[in-house]
């Protein structure tokens, strides 16, 4: 099987052991992605609404190194660290999703890596071959 890789060339990567984004075949698999800058700091600290859009867009920019877009994806995770700002999670979401309307799941995490974080979001994308 064929793989593409896509990497956010954080150091982290290789000691871990991931990449951003992984295609194989006609399945796009982002991994957790959350609300930083090309510097690696993070947006929208205290603003979960914000820090959802940010995590989308680095989502989709990862989709777009493989020809691939948010109109593609099918399923979204999204792990938040206070599950009462749904609504205003879910209305980034939607903003976003609009009428492609992936499966998505939400559920409440402990912590994310950072105190600052509030969001992460996981994708999967189907593309053609």
Same mark, same amino acid.
């Given at each position: 099987? !064929? ?22 075949? !006609? ?5 957790? &992605? ?34 691939? =877009?948010?109109? =593609? ?7 938040? &660290? =206070?599950? !009462? =700002? ?12 609009? !009428?492609?309307?992936?499966?998505? &799941? ?24």
């Amino acid at each position: 099987m !064929d793989r593409q890789r896509v990497s956010s060339g954080t150091e982290w990567e290789p000691i871990v052991g991931y990449s951003r984004a992984v295609r194989a075949g !006609d399945q796009i698999h982002v991994s957790g &992605t959350t609300a930083t800058d090309e510097e690696g700091e993070v947006v929208g600290v205290g603003d979960p609404a914000a820090q959802t859009r940010q995590a989308i867009e680095n989502a989709e920019a990862a989709l777009g190194e493989l020809d691939a =877009d948010l109109t =593609d994806v099918v399923r979204t995770r999204l792990y938040v &660290t =206070d599950v !009462d =700002d749904w609504e205003a999670i879910g209305r980034a979401h939607g903003e976003a999703f609009g !009428d492609v309307r992936p499966a998505a &799941t939400m559920v409440e995490v402990s912590r994310l890596i950072d105190p600052e974080m509030l969001v992460e979001i996981e994708a999967v994308a189907v593309v053609e071959e």
